[in-house]
């Protein structure tokens, strides 16, 4: 009986709905940035797919009509009266919600940290940095792709916590792959020169960097100008 398939069909495209969704959330959504990683394919896959089963099932019952005797109107007072009641409490429901003061939200200060998204050109990598007091030169001196360890062992550890404290958290991308551009800074407070900047980008949002001096006995630090 084509009913009985319809509703099989639906069941299947249900679950396979669900499954599709999960999967998504699972290895297709970044919970950083709230976007999807893969242009949102499996989100479309997801809603398609249920929606393909429930027309081709509205389809075999349509088909199978035949087997229905024809309609015959009843009247049930008791459903009317309760699907009246269910009407009016929601609607009441409603009214009492939109009537309701929304409740007070503190007073934050707004922050002085540099926006960290939206950074996709060499310009706005540029800015960035001058958004901490930092002059350098307009082109990288090296662009690399680099791989954020799925595993961090201790040797990780110092270079993590430096990254923390600036209020980013790399192991949120531990086995991501993220570019790291370096600058040359021209204004250290020093005088040194060769100093550098380094940004590491994922999906046009910085997630970490630090300034460092490369010679032997050099230094590292936040991407912060130091006081004094």
Sequence with gaps: MRVGNALKLACVGFGLGVL??????????????????????MAWLSLGV????????????????RYFGPYVPRRNVLVGVVGLLSAAALLC????????????????????APDTTGISSNEDR???????????NQEPLVTEEL??????????????????????????????????YTYEITNYLSGETGVQ?????????VVGGEVLSPQMNGFVHGLSMPQG
Excluded: H
């Excluded at 429901?93 to 002085?112: W, Y």
């Excluded at 954020?148 to 980013?168: C, H, N, R, V």
């Design 50 to 65: 249920p929606l393909a089963a429930a027309v081709a099932g509205g389809v075999l019952c349509f088909r199978s009509r």
């Design 93 to 112: 429901c409603a009214g009492l919600v939109m009537n309701l003061d929304p409740p007070a939200l503190p007073t934050v200060a707004a922050s002085t």
């Design 20 to 41: 599709l969704r999960v999967v998504q959330m699972l290895y297709f959504f970044d919970y950083e940035t709230g976007f999807y990683t893969d242009g949102g394919v």
């Design 147 to 180: 791989t954020i360890p799925k595993e961090m062992d201790e040797s990780y550890d110092e270079y993590l916590e430096l990254q923390t404290a600036q209020g980013f958290d790399l192991t949120k991308y531990a086995g991501k792959r993220v570019k790291r």
């Design 197 to 205: 900047a380094n940004l590491l980008i994922y999906r046009d949002k």
């Design 126 to 136: 540029v800015s960035f940095l001058s958004q901490y007091g930092w002059q350098v």
